[in-house]
Every structure is written in structure tokens, then in C-alpha cells.
């Protein structure tokens, strides 16, 4: 193992963006267990010092990996494509039309109801956008073009979370259905 290595290299998959998760969190526990810090007791605590780095990356490349989010983030960027989510914010008028619609119904959402249809619909739209993503990244590999359904995914994963956010204020308020 080379810490120098991609996420993709360190769990042997394939760098694309379409991934099995249950590959990966096979191969995940696999690492672990290899480089289990308890492992190299007998070793010293440098041996032991480098296990709990091998372990830290492992976790964090996991963590890249299993997650659709990140893991198009990441390739995005391993291949010259910058998110810069902080800093750019641009987005196609129809994308900020719709999350300029989402928020006027979750404005005006009266039930719980209400809010579930909301955040199936936003669920819905970033469905699509994975699958859109996976396309621009493992067939036609225009990362330039992924970076903005990964801002889109971004925006909509918010959103969802906001819709959550209501929906527990209402279910805490007792205004349920």
C-alpha cells in the first residue's frame, strides 16, 4: 500500500463514477483489518504510528468513495476540474427557477404532507442528477460538465435538508398532518 495512492488505486476498483457499495465496504473492512494498529503491537509504537495513519487514510478514502457526492467531487478535481463550491455558485437559469420554486412551496407548506411531496420531488431531481453525472463522467469523461451537476447535487442535498428541518420543527410543534 501506497499512501500516495488514489482512492480508487488504495480499493482497487475502477476510477469511474458508477461503484458497487457493498464492494466497497467489503474492501473497506479488508484494509482495516490489515492495517488494524493492535496488528503491529510487537512492532513499536512507529509501527503502530504508521498503522493509525494507514487507518485514518483508509477511512477517509471510504469516505470519499461511498459517498455519490463526494466521490463525483473527487474525480472531478483528479482530473483537472475544480468544484470551487464555496467561491462559484453559478448555476442554468432553469436550475435556480426550480430551487427558486422549491422554496416558495417550502414556504408555504401547511402539513408534513405537504414537505414529503416536496422533498420527493427534490429526491427525484437528484436522482436524476447522479445519473447525469454518471454519464458525464464515465462515458463521455467531461469533468468540465460534471462539476455542475455536482454543484446542482450540492444544492439540492441542502434543500433536502432543510425540508427535513421543517418537517422535525412540525412533527416537535404537534402540527403533524
Not at 47 to 52: D, E, F, S, T, V
Not at 93 to 113: G, T, Y
Amino acid at each position: 500500500m501506497n499512501l500516495q495512492s488514489s482512492d480508487f488505486e488504495l480499493f482497487a476498483v475502477p476510477e469511474q463514477f458508477a461503484q458497487d457499495r457493498a464492494v466497497l465496504d467489503a474492501r473497506w473492512k479488508e484494509l482495516q483489518r490489515e492495517a488494524h494498529p493492535d496488528k503491529f503491537l510487537a512492532q513499536g509504537t512507529a509501527a503502530q504510528r504508521l498503522a493509525m495513519q494507514w487507518s485514518v487514510r483508509i477511512n477517509e478514502a471510504h469516505q470519499r468513495l461511498k459517498d455519490p457526492l463526494k466521490r463525483a467531487t473527487y474525480l472531478c478535481e483528479r482530473h483537472g476540474a475544480a468544484v470551487n463550491a464555496e467561491n462559484n455558485t453559478a448555476m442554468p437559469s432553469a436550475f435556480l427557477i426550480q430551487q427558486m420554486v422549491w422554496r416558495e412551496e417550502l414556504d408555504d407548506a401547511k402539513s408534513i404532507d405537504d414537505l414529503n411531496e416536496i422533498s420527493t420531488q427534490a429526491s427525484f431531481a437528484k436522482h436524476e442528477a447522479l445519473q447525469q453525472c454518471e454519464h458525464l463522467l464515465d462515458v463521455q469523461h467531461d469533468y468540465a460538465q460534471a462539476v455542475a451537476q455536482v454543484r446542482a447535487m450540492m444544492f439540492i442535498d441542502k434543500f433536502v435538508r432543510d425540508v427535513q428541518d421543517r418537517i422535525d420543527e412540525m412533527e416537535l410543534a404537534g402540527k403533524g398532518q
